[in-house]
């Protein structure tokens, strides 16, 4: 009788293979990218960016939500109640 831990690790071996195979020729599909984040998430695979990093992603996405330049540009909308008494 085969040891079913062994086909077990060379099923996941063989998904994972073919999975990457398709990452790295970029013929990935949703479905691949979707099993490949399952299997990191499932054998508790995760990352982490170093604190440079972080923080520079931080500085440019508080660049991209400043909307200070509007502040004079934005004209306020009177509730529907007002503009009949207006």
């Known amino acids: 009788?085969?040891?079913?831990?062994?086909?077990?690790?060379?099923?996941?071996?063989s998904v994972v293979r073919a999975v990457r195979d398709r990452i790295d020729s970029g013929e990935q599909s949703n479905d691949d990218l979707r099993t490949?984040?399952?299997?990191l998430k499932q054998n508790s695979i995760t990352s982490q960016i170093d604190k440079d990093t972080a923080a520079e992603l931080k500085s440019q996405m508080a660049r991209k939500l400043d909307f200070s330049a509007l502040n004079n540009k934005v004209v306020p909308i009177k509730p529907a109640d007002q503009k009949k008494h207006g």
């Open 36 to 39: 490949a984040m399952q299997l």
């Open 1 to 13: 009788m085969p040891d079913l831990n062994q086909e077990l690790e060379e099923l996941h071996a």
